[in-house]
């Protein structure tokens, strides 16, 4: 079955290292995005890409970084840099970035972070 | 002003009720609509699309306000699996879904 799959699911980390968030999709998608949501808060867009080696800020982008060297992967890393970096962070694709597009992005299970 | 607000609830629905309940949007540019649905603890997933005409699935139907700027989501017959945090999603931007604005959810809890 297609689909988007996020690890860890849970991870727990100390003030001051770095942490990567895996997202990788079989949905042949060219879109991938990283959203983190907080309680009480709207999904907030990190980072997002449109196609191959290519990448765009979203409203949050400050203390992350991504790649995208493959089309089926898309890893978020969480750094030292990030002030408040506990939070549920969701990978997304979709078929396309724009354009005719149903809008419908497909999330991965999502990956808990916890900054001990 | 957030671009998307929500009443966050919770809707206490007894089973085989109706609940209705808006989504606002501060741009007036704002292209598409949606309504995901999103369990506890869970990924968000799309329940539908807003059309302008308005649109129905079932037992969930979905309305535009251009004029007043908002959306709204009914459901009917109100079932105990309906339980969930309804999301509404705004597009600004056709030309990039980068441009997607997620509401804070309103939640809807159906009692027996």
């Known amino acids: 079955d297609g689909g988007i799959t996020q690890s860890p699911k849970y991870l727990f980390r100390k003030e001051g290292q770095n942490v990567t968030l895996s997202c990788e999709q079989n949905l042949n998608h060219d879109a991938m995005y990283w959203y983190r949501q907080d309680p009480g808060q709207g999904l907030r867009l990190i980072y997002y890409s449109q196609i191959v080696n290519d990448f765009q800020k979203g409203d949050i982008a400050e203390g992350y970084s991504v790649s995208r060297e493959k089309k089926e992967s898309f890893p978020l890393t969480v750094t030292s840099a990030q002030k408040n970096p506990t939070a549920f962070y969701l990978c997304?694709?979709?078929?396309?970035?724009?354009?005719?597009?149903?809008?419908?992005?497909?999330f991965g299970e999502g990956s808990r972070l916890t900054v001990l | 002003r957030k671009e998307v607000e929500q009443d966050p609830g919770p809707f206490n629905v007894p089973e085989g009720a109706t609940v209705a309940f808006n989504c606002t949007y501060s741009n007036s540019a704002s292209q598409s609509f949606f309504w995901y649905r999103q369990d506890c603890r869970k990924e968000p997933k799309l329940l539908m699309s807003?059309?302008?005409s308005g649109n129905e699935d079932g037992r969930f139907t979905a309305q535009l306000n251009r004029a007043s700027q908002y959306i709204s989501l009914l459901i009917r017959d109100s079932k105990l699996s309906d339980s969930a945090t309804y999301l509404c999603v705004v597009n600004v931007d056709l030309g990039s879904w980068g441009k997607l604005q997620f509401g804070a959810g309103t939640q809807v809890v159906v009692t027996p």
């Open positions: 807003v059309y302008s």
């Open positions: 997304a694709s979709s078929i396309r970035s724009g354009g005719e597009n149903t809008g419908e992005l497909f």
